[in-house]
């Protein structure tokens, strides 16, 4: 493992990111801004002209809208997974990736929050779903998922935004202290909030960062869960099953990391940063990638044996014949291919610490995902219970944009965050060092023999 | 130091300050400076010297308590408003389910609660911090914006006498220091 | 319905068997989690486990009795005992319902268990090809663990299921394992206040200090993840309200039998919770030790729970056979833990 640089360099090294953009940056945010434009005209059109710009229909009310949804919230589960998850199972490597990992989940849920809005209808009245005291004397029902949605996903949104910020308190603190030119500094020091380093202002931090973290776990399961029983509270065939909550959980996780290996690989490359994000953390980060995607291979069993176990002739025919042989049979086999088969490659060491291998796998699992949400949402919903009720569903190019639009609005936030926020967790892998430096081979649970 | 006098004390007005470049040189002089004595110490480094708190004597602050009440403020109220509205102000019959539908209400209860801790536990650390603190005395000093990127800095705010404030920069020096910096009036 | 005295006592004999099996495999994931994650806290506790798991061939023989008695114990084994409105369900079933069938698979997952159980028996705990074996067990328990208690327990009630059911059986075993390793490692342990300062991170205390708080820190994690599954079941059944999948539920509620439910409940979830919460709790030996008994109390009633209202759907029914049956399947498999464990320690 490359040795890391004493303190002053390493953060020279790590900051100097921020003070100047790579020959990169300006080509990836012209084309970031472009889909962004894509993605405005698309949510003009849906709020001036109505949902029927979409290619909704009735049964197929839920299509691209809420596919994306889904998505994007699950990607943003893995990275408080990896941030607060892994802090508590004290999984120091987790260090250098956090704060990335952190990032996709901010901007992530910056774009999903969007999309259940936008699919309303008349999107102003999304105050509607919050439970205020209103002249109508009407109130949510709090037996629908819908306003459990509401509730999950605006604490999710708080929540990360404290851990996510609280958590760069400290980097901040040495951006201010480093950087050049008065402005950039003033900037630094109001989000640093005056943070010295003080003995006691670490007594206090590494407490309240530590609840946070242990508050953030059980939130990431609750919210997803809380998002798959949008679906099986329904009685729909293939979407009534009582596994849909911890399925979703790890479907969600196992999708986020998939795009963290997306944004790592190219960040590593990109701002030379081998000594920091090294070969054992992309180890650690596909190992986790297998786990999940072989829980996801078991939660499509359960499935699948649940549904012809059943014996109810609708379960069987929407799970073992409509989405494997049905309309969106192609998205069903890309979807396994992509879910179950990709992991499988991360047995071997090798291709665990291949940077193209990984980046790859990780695309195609971050595609497989949103078919998954696609195969389960409008495959149940074209071909439910009454045959002369079923219709197919073709996406419109207002949906497109929607969708290639977010991926765009999220790579902007992103760059921005990589251009102006210091994106190495700098303290930490510097306190990192100095553990290994004090107690060497004792690592805590730090994966060191291979399985190859 | 006790919770209580770590607030009372307010923000740090060190009269002396002693530079480090090692954490283990720094450790090494605050147990000289404990050793004769010199109890009213802080430090101030780049990251979390997990051995520093241990000589401070700081004690686990009651987060568990603050975080554990905001929690329960929030299951309260997020019950509460789910009661309010389906069962005592406007109850609906949403497909034969009973108006009060305790585990239906669970899961925006649960957020609720979550939300309470976090908050509450963020605003205890701001208050416990007194943050913004745009300016500390130690600023004035040349050099101690790299208590955040590579140096290590102990503070010791008040002193008995004169005598007293020479002997600790004479312990620090011959423990390491870099320099030591005298802050503040007499 | 009229349950004769053989079918009570297979039906006692069952829930038995699974209160007692889940642990041991719980006690195989453990070891084999440990041996992928390289958690180091675990070393300490890691021969308790294998010992525990070294039951694993006499616990299969023990299946015998219900094995052979699935004409008696299992409903789908002779339609007439069917109601009529589900008689049509529960034979479209009939490829994966039917006796030889059963009773092959469950050979099958016994076969797997002992072979893994063995290998880890034999296997040093450094050997590296353990990493490999572990990663492979672990599917194949987690596979068979839950086709056995789809088979096993599920089709008791024929008509019904619920694909989290094997997570669910998972959960528990895993929580009574971590239960059992904490009440045997821990119990008649006064309270020792740490000797290390709670402010510093695990990784500087003594081992036994770490092992204690990863005790505490995954028993706590477990209850939720156990108490997490049990709802996700739970809500989903109740708000769908589905005439399928209901009576599974009323039975468990709306009969004495919720008695069970709250217990179950209240022991592996609310009482673990509360008292492992606090930061100094759950490193304090007598409270690892209480609150592993108390687990294991739980998660008897709870496979009790989950076997006997399937066999008794319309009131609270507990008989002598029920008691005797624990206690020969606990003890006798203790007994086995500790023969098989003696000699190995000899061998130099």
């Known amino acids: 493992m490359p040795e890391l640089p004493d303190d002053g360099t390493l953060s020279t090294q790590i900051l100097s990111s921020n003070w100047r953009p790579s020959r990169w940056w300006w080509p990836l945010v012209a084309l970031s801004a472009a889909l962004t434009v894509l993605f405005v005209v698309g949510v003009t059109l849906t709020v001036d002209r109505g949902v029927g710009e979409w290619g909704n229909n009735i049964p197929v009310g839920w299509a691209f809208g809420i596919t994306n949804f889904v998505w994007w919230i699950g990607i943003g589960h893995a990275g408080t997974f990896i941030s607060a998850f892994l802090l508590l199972l004290n999984q120091h490597w987790r260090s250098s990736i956090n704060r990335l990992a952190e990032a996709m989940t901010i901007f992530a849920l910056v774009n999903a929050s969007m999309f259940p809005v936008l699919h309303l209808g008349r999107p102003w009245f999304f105050y509607w779903l919050v439970p205020y005291p209103s002249t109508m004397g009407v109130w949510p029902n709090f037996k629908s998922s819908l306003p459990w949605d509401v509730a999950a996903i605006s604490t999710y949104f708080l929540v990360s935004l404290l851990f996510w910020y609280l958590g760069m308190v400290p980097d901040l603190a040495t951006a201010r202290d480093l950087a050049p030119g008065r402005t950039r500094r003033r900037i630094y020091a109001i989000f640093a909030l005056g943070w010295r380093g003080r003995s006691v202002e670490w007594h206090y931090y590494r407490l309240v960062y530590a609840l946070l973290a242990g508050i953030a776990t059980p939130l990431v399961i609750s919210v997803h869960s809380i998002v798959s029983l949008d679906f099986a509270i329904a009685q729909l065939p293939g979407w009534h099953s009582t596994i849909f909550p911890p399925y979703f959980v790890v479907g969600a996780i196992y999708s986020g990391l998939a795009l963290l290996l997306v944004l790592m690989l190219p960040v590593r490359a990109v701002f030379r940063l081998h000594n920091v994000l090294t070969d054992k953390h992309l180890d650690a980060v596909a190992k986790l990638t297998l786990m999940t995607g072989t829980m996801l291979a078991y939660s499509y069993v359960c499935e699948m044996f649940g549904a012809w176990y059943s014996g109810d002739p609708h379960e069987q025919f929407a799970m073992l014949l409509s989405r494997p042989f049905g309309p969106y049979g192609v998205l069903f086999w890309l979807m396994t291919a992509f879910n179950v088969v990709t992991p499988q490659i991360f047995w071997s060491r090798r291709m665990r610490r291949s940077p193209a291998a990984l980046f790859i796998a990780g695309l195609l699992i971050w595609v497989g995902m949103w078919l998954e949400r696609f195969v389960i949402i409008v495959g149940s919903l074209s071909q439910d219970f009454l045959g002369s009720s079923w219709r197919d569903y073709a996406p419109t190019w207002v949906d497109m944009s929607l969708l290639f639009g977010s991926v765009g609005l999220f790579a902007l936030l992103y760059l921005a965050f990589l251009r102006w926020v210091p994106f190495i967790p700098l303290s930490e892998v510097k306190g990192q060092r100095y553990e290994k430096a004090r107690e060497p081979g004792d690592h805590g649970t730090e994966p060191e023999r291979s399985v190859a | 130091m006790t919770d209580l006098q770590l607030l009372m004390a307010g923000p740090s007005a060190s009269r002396l300050l002693a530079e480090f470049q090692t954490p283990e040189e720094m450790l090494s002089a605050i147990d000289a400076l404990k050793r004769e004595s010199y109890h009213d110490i802080e430090t101030f480094t780049p990251y979390d010297v997990p051995d520093v708190d241990p000589r401070l004597g700081y004690r686990r602050p009651k987060l568990g308590l603050i975080s554990g009440i905001g929690g329960l403020t929030g299951l309260i109220l997020a019950y509460g408003i789910q009661w309010w509205a389906n069962v005592y102000s406007y109850p609906v019959n949403a497909g034969g389910r009973p108006a009060h539908a305790a585990p239906a209400f669970i899961l925006a209860t649960f957020e609720g609660t979550i939300v309470g801790a976090a908050v509450s536990a963020f605003v205890a650390l701001f208050v416990w911090l007194r943050y913004p603190r745009p300016w500390a005395p130690e600023d004035e000093v040349e050099g101690f914006e790299r208590s955040t990127i590579d140096r290590f800095w102990i503070g010791i705010p008040s002193f008995a006498s004169e005598r007293d404030r020479d002997h600790a920069i004479d312990i620090a020096s011959r423990n390491g220091a870099l320099r030591t910096v005298k802050l503040g009036g007499a | ?348």
Not at chain 3, 101 to 106: Q, V
Not at chain 3, 153 to 159: F, K, N, Q, T
Not at chain 3, 239 to 265: D, F, K, M, Q
């Open chain 3, 1 to 348: 319905m009229i349950v004769g005295f053989w079918q009570q006592v297979l039906a006692s004999y069952l829930f038995a068997y699974i209160a007692v099996l889940s642990i041991v495999l719980g006690a195989m994931l453990q070891i084999m989690i440990s041996h992928l994650s390289g958690a180091r806290w675990f070393e300490g506790l890691r021969p308790l486990a294998v010992r525990i798991v070294g039951a694993m061939p006499f616990v299969a023989i023990l299946a015998l009795p219900f094995l052979l008695g699935v004409h008696l114990l299992y409903p789908w084994a002779d339609l007439a005992r069917i109601p009529p409105d589900v008689r049509d369900v529960v034979a479209r079933k009939h490829a994966w319902l039917n006796i030889p069938f059963f009773i092959a698979r469950g050979v099958a997952y016994l076969v797997a268990w002992c072979v893994i159980a063995e290998l880890i028996r034999r296997r040093d705990e450094n050997d590296p090809s353990m990493r490999r074996i572990s990663a492979i067990g672990i599917i194949v328990v987690g596979l068979t663990l839950t086709f056995a208690s789809f088979d096993w327990v599920m089709s008791l009630e024929p008509s019904w299921y619920s694909t989290v059911y094997g997570v669910y059986v998972f959960a528990g075993g895993i929580l009574a394992s971590l239960a059992l390793m904490a009440f045997v490692t821990y119990r008649g342990m006064p309270n020792r206040s740490s000797s290390v300062d709670p402010n510093l991170p695990d990784l500087r205390a003594p081992e036994s200090e770490r092992q204690k708080a990863s005790l505490g820190k995954l028993i706590f994690t477990f209850a939720i993840f156990w108490a997490y599954i049990w709802f996700s079941q739970y809500i989903v059944i109740w708000i769908g309200n589905l005439p399928s999948e209901v009576p599974w539920y009323s039975s468990r509620t709306h009969t004495g039998w919720v008695a069970l439910t709250v217990i179950a409940v209240l022991g592996q979830f609310a009482i673990p919770f509360l008292a492992l919460i606090g930061y100094t709790a759950k490193r304090r030996e007598r409270v690892l030790a209480l609150t592993g008994a108390c687990i294991l109390f739980a998660h008897v009633i709870d496979n009790f729970w989950l076997v006997m209202p399937s066999v008794f759907p319309t009131s609270f029914h507990v008989s002598w056979t029920d008691a005797a049956a624990i206690l020969l399947v606990g003890g006798l498999t203790i007994y086995a833990a500790r023969a098989r464990s003696a000699p190995r320690s000899s061998i130099a």
